[in-house]
């Protein structure tokens, strides 16, 4: 069974500062990963996915992510936090399905990100 | 990508009484999902909805607590039955358009069971 472990629960970054927020999966096969945000009271949000190809993928709101597949990883990253990147993020991971069709996904636990001015 | 209106936003509801959550899709979609966000808590998929299909349920989660419609491409409902406290969270319907678009969410409802 597929899994997503993201290891901060919260992370206190000061304004400006760079972010890099952790992610590991466990699926046997390539996956589809994912890192959604979520404010308080909001909707999930996309940030980024990767499918295929290249493993620097590029979000949206000047967020970042690397696949590692030697390291079961796909971390997010920012040079510059903003205030209003104080939300919750979640990675998460899916699959297409044997046959076709898409699998529900997976998620972390989320990570907590919290700004200091 | 797709825009997902859910119905209702909010709800507050006696126990033992259901809910019926409605999920309105832009496009056409084969596959529908629905997640349960608990309290502080992230998603977990309750189950996969197919068009013409039962729906497929993931462990813990059982028809006869959470009945599935899924009537058309377009058009999805998860019922809440027997409410309990419990069952108090933020439910989610989504779609995966497929193409690499990703996955897009509803902005969920809130469901509060007193």
């Known amino acids: 069974a597929q899994s997503v472990t993201q290891p901060d629960i919260h992370i206190t970054v000061s304004e400006g500062a760079s972010l890099e927020l952790r992610c590991n999966y466990s699926y046997g096969a390539t996956p589809y990963l994912f890192w959604y945000v979520q404010s308080p009271g909001q909707g999930l949000q996309l940030l980024l996915k990767?499918?295929?190809?290249?493993?620097l993928v590029q979000g949206i709101k000047g967020f970042e992510a690397e696949f590692k597949r030697s390291q079961s990883s796909f971390n997010l990253r920012k040079p510059s936090v903003h205030w209003s990147d104080a939300a919750e993020y979640f990675c998460a991971v899916g699959a297409m399905k044997t046959g076709g069709g898409a699998d529900g996904l997976t998620f972390g636990k989320g990570t907590h990100l919290i700004i200091q001015p | 990508s797709a825009v997902i209106s859910q119905k209702p936003s909010r709800d507050i509801c006696q126990r033992g009484t259901s809910l019926t959550i409605q999920c309105q899709v832009d496009?056409?979609?084969?596959?529908m999902f629905w997640y349960r966000q608990q309290p502080g808590q992230s998603l977990t998929l309750i189950a996969t909805a197919n068009q013409g299909s039962e729906a497929t349920y993931e462990s813990g989660f059982v028809i006869d607590k959470f009945p599935i419609s899924r009537p058309n491409l377009t058009f999805s409902t998860l019922t809440v039955s027997n409410m309990s406290p419990e069952d108090s969270s933020i439910y989610l319907c989504?779609?995966?358009?497929?193409?690499?678009?990703?996955?897009?969410f509803g902005s969920g409802t809130r469901l509060t069971v007193v």
């Open positions: 990767y499918f295929s190809g290249d493993t």
């Open positions: 989504s779609v995966d358009l497929g193409g690499g678009y990703g996955y897009t």
């Open positions: 496009s056409q979609v084969t596959m």
